[in-house]
């Protein structure tokens, strides 16, 4: 061990929201943090137009939010609260699912990426120490504790070290964790717009024969649109200027969309990533580090949440009894409860993708049968509602 190295409980790699909700969490445990970051979230301007990156934040992610006291941040910011949920073929059969059908005043928000990180690093306090704009070069690992070596040459020691660094884990490659997967036939554009309409209530996703068509709502007149098509046909959106693009989205769009103006766009490609493990040695994954999911049903993050609040419960846990905070009890524990259920929703997002996703015959039938039985079915209705907020 470098006898110089810096001493913490915890090291994070990565500074995106999963891994600054680990840090508040911790931190707020008394324990003593460093965060190592690429690039600071950029400060909340209220006159700038939203971040590009949006997300669908569910209510189980929103209660832990704010128990951690950075939902309320948000709030102070930006964020819209939507109440209902549609999906459709035709605009003539829409079916909704309510927050009402679950007696909750709202089904989820839809929030910038940036102003969410930006929420979770206002509520670090003094244990947490940030190491940015700085990356990681080296790991080694020890009995009792783990070292990394960061891009400034500076050594950080600590019991245990998360990688939320996202789907490129460099700290994932540095701990030889492999992954398995796959990239998508589709991609998908997005695309932030000014609605003709006032702020809205309802997020939406409309299924075509090329894929999927969502808007998702935000506060004031704006909305994102997300375009799912094929890797070619979403290319050659993205190549269009902004008049050309709003164009092609007044075409493609259901009339509900109405006359929309683009402000801004850029295309995302879609792939799915399990790492093989989610621990090695004093070296732990989460979030996007650990898996990548089909945004399709806008889960993502939402899973990371789930792992970033086990992973902090069962590490506080260990401090209170003074056992080791980076021991492989604890870490196969977390990887017992979060791989098969980060799995499992992977497997659901495909078989939605498979279904709802392209034009053969049979699956235009059984989509359209399914869309039909939830049409009349209010516990069907319910259910998906429950799935959607994040309920057990
Ligand atoms: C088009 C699209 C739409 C989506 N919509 C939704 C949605 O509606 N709902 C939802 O739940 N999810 C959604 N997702 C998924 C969601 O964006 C991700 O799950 C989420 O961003 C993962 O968060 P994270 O903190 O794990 O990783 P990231 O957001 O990737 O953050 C990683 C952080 O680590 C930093 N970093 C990277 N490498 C290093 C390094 N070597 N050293 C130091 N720092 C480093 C990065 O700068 C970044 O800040 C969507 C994804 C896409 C592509």
């Known amino acids: 061990m470098t006898t110089t190295a810096q001493q913490f409980d915890i090291s994070i790699v990565g500074g995106g929201m999963?891994?600054?909700?680990?840090?508040?969490?911790?931190?707020q445990a008394g324990m003593r943090v460093a965060l190592i970051e690429k690039q600071p979230p950029v400060a909340f301007d209220a006159a700038s137009?939203?971040?590009?990156?949006?997300?669908?934040?569910?209510?189980?992610?929103?209660?832990?939010?704010?128990?951690?006291?950075?939902?309320?941040?948000?709030?102070?910011?930006?964020v819209c609260a939507y109440q209902r949920l549609q999906a459709f073929e035709q605009p003539g059969s829409i079916v909704?699912?309510?927050?009402?059908?679950?007696?909750?005043?709202?089904?989820?928000?839809?929030?910038?990426?940036?102003?969410?990180?930006?929420?979770?690093?206002?509520?670090?306090?003094?244990n947490v120490t940030t190491f940015c704009p700085l990356s990681v070069s080296a790991l080694q690992q020890f009995a009792d504790n783990t070292e990394i070596t960061l891009d400034s040459g500076e050594a950080l020691s600590a019991k245990l070290v998360i990688a939320a660094d996202?789907?490129?884990?460099?700290?994932?490659?540095?701990?030889?964790?492999?992954?398995?997967?796959?990239?998508?036939?589709?991609?998908?554009?997005?695309?932030?717009?000014?609605?003709?309409?006032?702020?809205?209530?309802?997020?939406?996703?409309?299924?075509t024969p090329t894929g999927p068509r969502a808007f998702l709502p935000l506060p004031d007149q704006q909305g994102s649109v997300v375009w799912y098509d094929d890797l070619v046909k979403v290319k050659q959106l993205a190549a269009l200027n902004s008049k050309q693009l709003t164009q092609q989205l007044r075409k493609a769009f259901a009339a509900q969309l109405g006359?929309?103006?683009?402000?801004?766009?850029?295309?995302?490609?879609l792939a799915r990533m399990d790492a093989n493990r989610y621990y090695a040695g004093r070296v732990v994954l989460a979030g996007d580090a650990a898996h990548?999911?089909?945004?399709?049903?806008?889960?993502?993050?939402?899973?990371?949440?789930?792992?970033?609040?086990?992973?902090?419960?069962?590490?506080?846990?260990?401090?209170?009894?003074?056992?080791?905070?980076?021991?492989?009890?604890?870490?196969?524990?977390?990887?017992?409860?979060?791989?098969?259920a980060n799995l499992l929703m992977m497997s659901a997002m495909d078989g939605f993708y498979q279904v709802f996703g392209n034009d053969i015959a049979p699956l235009r039938t059984l989509r359209q049968l399914?869309?039909?039985?939830?049409?009349?079915?209010?516990?069907?209705?319910?259910?998906?509602?429950?799935?959607?907020?994040?309920?057990?």
């Not at 999963?18 to 931190?27: C, D, M, P, Y």
């Not at 006359?259 to 490609?269: A, D, K, N, Q, T």
Request: charged share 15%.
């Open 18 to 27: 999963v891994g600054a909700a680990i840090a508040v969490a911790l931190s």
């Open 49 to 78: 137009a939203p971040d590009l990156r949006v997300s669908s934040i569910n209510l189980a992610s929103e209660a832990w939010l704010t128990s951690l006291g950075a939902w309320q941040q948000l709030e102070k910011m930006r």
């Open 96 to 126: 909704t699912f309510n927050a009402a059908d679950i007696k909750r005043s709202h089904l989820g928000h839809i929030v910038e990426n940036n102003l969410l990180q930006l929420a979770l690093w206002q509520q670090f306090n003094a």
């Open 259 to 269: 006359e929309v103006e683009v402000v801004s766009s850029s295309w995302f490609p």
């Open 166 to 207: 996202g789907a490129n884990s460099k700290l994932r490659q540095l701990a030889g964790i492999g992954t398995n997967g796959w990239q998508y036939r589709q991609a998908c554009l997005v695309a932030l717009v000014n609605t003709p309409y006032p702020q809205q209530d309802v997020t939406w996703q409309q299924f």
């Open 292 to 340: 990548t999911i089909n945004p399709l049903a806008g889960q993502g993050v939402n899973l990371g949440f789930a792992d970033a609040k086990l992973l902090t419960e069962l590490i506080i846990d260990a401090q209170r009894h003074n056992s080791d905070i980076g021991s492989e009890q604890l870490l196969q524990r977390y990887q017992r409860k979060r791989k098969p």
């Open 370 to 392: 399914a869309l039909n039985v939830a049409a009349r079915s209010s516990l069907l209705k319910t259910l998906v509602a429950r799935y959607a907020v994040g309920s057990e």
